[in-house]
C-alpha cells in the first residue's frame, strides 16, 4: 500500500448503529486530520492530531469520537448518527517538520446514515 | 484570520482551450499555498505549492500558477485543457493550529470540459 489508504470507501448505517472509519498513511509522517465534505458547503476541518496528541477540535459534536493509536492509524469512531451527518469523510497526513501545511489525503469513506 | 476565495463556482471550457482558475487568499504573512485537484468520489490530490522563491510553479499534469503577492492571488492555469482535467479543484493557504499545520480551502470551482 502506499500514500493514505481509508476504509471502508462506503458505508451505510442507521441512526443507532456504531462504526468506526479507518485511515492508515504509509508516508512516514506524523500529522493526520480528519475532514468532512458534505454537498455544496466548504471542506470542514473536524480534527488534527500531531505526534499522536489531539491539537484541534472543531466544535465536533460528541457523536464523532477520534482515536490516534500511533503516527500511521487514524480512527474515527461514530454512534448515533444524524441524517445531517451522511458527508464524504476524507483523512490526511502530513509531515510537519518541514512540509509546512503540504498534506495528502486518502480516497474518503463515503458515509450514509438513514 | 486566514481565508480563500474562489470567485469561480462553475467554468465551462471547450478541450484544447487555455484555462484560468482564480484564487485569492489573505493572510497575514508569506504564504504557503496550494492547489488542489478532486475527481468525483475520490480525495483531493496535489497539484502544485508555493512556499518561497520563484513565482511561476509548475505543478503535475501539465499545471502552474503564480503567486501574485500585490494582489493576493495565485491563479491556476494549464495552456491546453484535456477532457480528463474535468473534476474540482480547490485552492488552500498554509497555517498552523498549536504544532501543527492546518490548511484553509476555498469552496472549490467545479471544471466542466466540453469535447
Known amino acids: 500500500e502506499t500514500g493514505v489508504t481509508q476504509t471502508p470507501r462506503h458505508l451505510v448505517m442507521g441512526m443507532t448503529n456504531k462504526k468506526s472509519l479507518k485511515c492508515e498513511q504509509h508516508l512516514g509522517h506524523n500529522a493526520m486530520y480528519w475532514y468532512k465534505q458534505s454537498a455544496k458547503k466548504p471542506l470542514e476541518l473536524m480534527f488534527v492530531y500531531s505526534l499522536e496528541e489531539r491539537v484541534e477540535n472543531n466544535s465536533v459534536p460528541s457523536r464523532f469520537s477520534p482515536e490516534c493509536p500511533n503516527s500511521s492509524h487514524l480512527f474515527l469512531h461514530l454512534h448515533t448518527l444524524q441524517p445531517e451527518d451522511s458527508a464524504l469523510y476524507l483523512c490526511?497526513?502530513?509531515?510537519?517538520?518541514?512540509?509546512?501545511?503540504?498534506?495528502?489525503f486518502g480516497p474518503g469513506t463515503r458515509l450514509t446514515v438513514t | 484570520a486566514q481565508s480563500v476565495t474562489q470567485p469561480d463556482i462553475h467554468i465551462t471550457v471547450s478541450e484544447g482551450a487555455s484555462l484560468e482558475l482564480r484564487c485569492n487568499y489573505s493572510?497575514?504573512?508569506?504564504?504557503?499555498l496550494f492547489w488542489y485537484v478532486q475527481s468525483p468520489g475520490q480525495g483531493l490530490q496535489l497539484l502544485l505549492k508555493?512556499?518561497?522563491?520563484?513565482?511561476l510553479v509548475q505543478g503535475i499534469k501539465g499545471f502552474e500558477a503564480e503567486f501574485k503577492r500585490s494582489q493576493s492571488s495565485f491563479n491556476l492555469r494549464k495552456p491546453s485543457v484535456h477532457w480528463s482535467d474535468a473534476a474540482e479543484y480547490f485552492c488552500a493557504v498554509g497555517g498552523f493550529t498549536g504544532t501543527a499545520s492546518k490548511l484553509t480551502f476555498g469552496t472549490g470551482t467545479r471544471l466542466q470540459v466540453t469535447l
Open positions: 493572510y497575514g504573512a508569506t504564504p504557503y
Open positions: 508555493y512556499f518561497s522563491g520563484d513565482t
Open positions: 490526511a497526513s502530513s509531515q510537519e517538520a518541514y512540509r509546512r501545511g503540504e498534506q495528502y
